[in-house]
């Protein structure tokens, strides 16, 4: 696969994830390694609906160089993106968000009840303790729990929103729809019992 043809992809699952309502505004970001170990990743201040050719930015996961594509710059959430790539070799694309169900639970500092059959099979979520976005505290808190928890998929941003890794990016999107999916659930579970 091409940097063109993983590019191309993750046009489709950020436009994607905006159309099933996982994020709203110019909330949330996603990130894909690329062949060459740099990532793309979505640009700062536009709706991930919005994400395209011309505006998704190159990044050294390394040194987090990178060249401006006109006014577009990369997502003030690049720090963790890149740290996550570097820190996980299994791990092809990072998408993060704030779709409501997941984020009330992180916003009450609750871990997700996994209720359901398919949860049953995944790995803890852990929490991350809340700095606000973009911070370099938030960088080092969010490596700190990547650390921590080996083969975790999904990590809760208190206060915030979730972090999906996946292998690569139709997965990172599956992962995030599945655990919305499953706080709602957990969510009516709740409000049924
Ligand atoms: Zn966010």
């Known amino acids: ?73 990369p997502s003030k959430e ?40 398919a949860a049953f099979k995944q790995p803890k979520m852990p929490r991350v303790s809340f700095e606000p976005s973009g911070t370099k505290e938030l960088q080092a808190n969010v490596v700190r729990t990547i650390n921590s928890n080996p083969g975790c998929k999904v990590l809760l941003l208190e206060q915030h929103g979730i972090i999906c890794l996946g292998e690569d990016i139709r997965w990172a999107y599956d992962i995030a729809d599945l655990t919305e999916e499953l706080a709602r659930i957990a969510y009516l579970k709740e409000t049924l019992s």
Do not use: C, W
């Open 1 to 73: 696969m091409t940097n063109d043809d993983l590019k191309q992809i993750l046009i489709d699952y950020a436009r994607r994830t905006y159309d099933r309502g996982l994020v709203g505004g110019t909330g949330g970001n996603f990130s894909a390694r690329l062949t060459d170990g740099s990532m793309a990743i979505t640009a700062s201040g536009l709706n991930l609906g919005d994400t395209s050719m011309e505006n998704l930015i190159e990044m050294d996961i390394s040194t987090y160089e990178y060249r401006p594509k006109g006014p577009y710059v």
């Open 78 to 117: 690049y720090l963790f993106h890149a740290d996550i790539l570097r820190l996980r070799p299994d791990v092809g694309a990072v998408l993060h968000i704030h779709p409501p169900y997941a984020t009330t639970f992180a916003v009450l500092k609750r871990d997700i009840p996994m209720v359901t059959d």
